[in-house]
């Protein structure tokens, strides 16, 4: 009898996912959000990860809400979303609700694989606590379970999920076996086996730690060389010709990765007895990082003696190119300078008024004709390059601000940049 996986959560992880096992085997695609369903159905993919035909080529994959038709399956895969909450502490709340629903339809023998991003223990001591005291099963004897951290980096055409390795991990060796064969049907043996699923855990996490620690650092950076009157991008661009120089550039780091993982491990760390000093004091800075540039917009508002303060914002998703807002500190910035100013009007190609119909904010429609004393590009779409230069300086009043936070015009002084 042929294997059947059921993916829980069609977000940027697991969508990618249910399409390429929809190619090889059966595959049930599960989301609670049932306009999700609905619009998959129709081949539309509102993350713009994946188009109509590459949805339409998994001729094994049905999307489904109806918990009946997940039932009894071999393989489960579950990517739903691992948020904070308000204190900076793990909120698993989404990866308990899809475990409580996996423990009512799972069969014998089944295998749960986790790829949401938690810190080293949740998938055994939690997740697999759970399914035994919900259903009465025992580890390793009535299911098992594996974890796989998800490696999607929205918006990126380059590492997409069959271009990467990938690592994976089972609660015993006969579990870490199947799902090897699982995965490898998808991803051409590019298979990492961890020794542990607390490994493979903790590899995830840490990916992500490295980077918010990188970015801190040239945030700092930025800090010191704005006093220094140097430009940061240019003390890069030199200091990058060293072959073993990291290519980080200071920003605002948010998304649903670089400014949560740290947390997660934090979290546990602390919850041991060890305050980590380094990855807190990086946090610390990313996460202050809206606000410092907004004191420095308001010192330059003052410099320049600008009184009108008509605003052109452009950018709300946490990074470039991707319709992504999840944590966007491009937002913070925004709310920010909103408690200060009240005449900004907002523009992001990837964004909808219908995305963001719970937020007041005056999203144009279209790129602006209308002239603006201050402009601030807050996320390095290529769209805004594209537009050029001179239309942006034809956009502007006689007395003007000009901030291009990331740089997008390299060779264009702005009045602020990090």
């Known amino acids: ?248 550039t200071p920003g605002l780091v948010g998304g649903h990765c670089i400014g949560i993982d740290p947390y997660y491990l934090t979290y546990k760390s602390i919850a041991l007895g060890y305050n980590p000093k380094v990855i807190l004091s990086g946090r610390k800075i990313n996460d202050g990082m809206p606000r410092y540039i907004f004191n420095n917009i308001l010192k330059l508002c003052a410099k320049k003696k600008i009184r009108r303060k008509k605003i052109l914002y452009l950018g709300l998703t946490f990074k470039e190119n991707c319709p992504d807002i999840r944590n966007s500190k491009a937002f913070e910035l925004y709310e920010l300078l909103a408690s200060k100013f009240n005449n900004i009007k907002v523009y992001d190609p990837f964004i909808k008024k219908l995305d963001i119909a719970d937020k007041k904010i005056d999203l144009l429609e279209k790129f602006p004709s209308k002239k603006f004393d201050i402009i601030i590009i807050a996320v390095k779409h290529k769209y805004f390059k594209k537009i050029g230069l001179l239309k942006f300086k034809k956009l502007l009043n006689r007395k003007n601000l000009f901030i291009d936070i990331k740089n997008c015009f390299k060779n264009y002084k702005s009045d602020f940049s990090l």
């Open 1 to 248: 009898m042929q294997k059947e996986v059921v993916i829980i959560g069609l977000g940027y992880v697991g969508l990618p996912l249910a399409v390429e096992f929809g190619k090889k085997i059966q595959t049930i695609g599960f989301d609670i959000n049932e306009k999700r369903i609905q619009e998959l159905k129709k081949f539309k993919d509102k993350n713009l990860d994946l188009t109509k035909s590459q949805l339409i080529k998994s001729k094994k994959l049905i999307f489904t809400s109806d918990f009946n038709q997940i039932k009894s399956k071999d393989f489960y895969i579950i990517s739903t979303p691992t948020p904070i909450k308000k204190n900076k502490q793990p909120n698993l709340k989404y990866l308990i609700d899809a475990t409580t629903t996996v423990s009512k339809v799972m069969k014998k023998n089944s295998i749960i694989i986790y790829e949401s991003t938690v810190y080293p223990g949740v998938t055994e001591n939690i997740c697999g606590s759970l399914i035994q005291k919900l259903r009465g099963f025992v580890l390793n004897k009535d299911f098992y379970l594996g974890y796989s951290p998800e490696r999607i980096n929205p918006g990126d055409k380059d590492h997409t999920l069959k271009k990467i390795e990938k690592v994976i991990s089972g609660s015993n060796k006969k579990a870490l076996d199947k799902i090897e064969k699982l995965y490898a049907l998808i991803l051409n043996n590019k298979l990492f086996k961890a020794k542990t699923i607390k490994v493979a855990e903790a590899a995830k996490v840490i990916e992500n730690t490295q980077r918010d620690i990188n970015i801190a650092l040239m945030n700092e950076l930025s800090k010191i060389f704005l006093k220094l009157k140097i430009n940061t991008q240019d003390v890069l661009d030199a200091a990058k010709t060293k072959w073993n120089f990291g290519d980080y």
